[in-house]
């Protein structure tokens, strides 16, 4: 069965930083891209960073400079370190396989900018 466990938010005053963490299972993470999304109240869910199969990265241009994404195979598990973080990047998080949905979303986690 495949199952996302997302950690690592909290509430953080704007130029703080945060560290996300995804723990996957029941799938071969090593074979997919992986990516974290974010959404808030309202609004569609944001694809926001992806990192392929052979660790090369991509962000959407509103975290770029801000955000690194990395994967640790052996763990499988996808990290979000994040930057600089403004009132904007405030949402829940989550992760998932880049180019097809696997399983069902985790719970995610939030992550609140405000001073």
């Known amino acids: 069965q495949v199952q996302f466990v997302e950690s690592g938010g909290g509430s953080v005053q704007p130029g703080g930083s945060l560290r996300l963490s995804c723990a996957a299972s029941?799938?071969?993470?090593?074979?997919?891209?992986m990516s974290w999304y974010r959404q808030t109240p309202g609004k569609e869910r944001e694809l926001v960073a992806t990192?392929?199969?052979?660790?090369?990265?991509g962000y959407v241009d509103s975290v770029k400079d801000r955000f690194t994404i990395s994967r640790d195979n052996a763990k499988d598990t996808v990290y979000l370190q994040m930057y600089n973080l403004k009132p904007e990047d405030t949402a829940i998080y989550y992760c998932?396989?880049?180019?097809?949905?696997?399983?069902?979303w985790g719970q995610g986690t939030q992550v609140t900018v405000s001073s």
């Open positions: 998932n396989a880049r180019w097809t949905q696997l399983g069902s």
């Open positions: 990192i392929s199969t052979d660790l090369i990265a």
């Open positions: 029941g799938f071969i993470f090593a074979l997919y891209d």
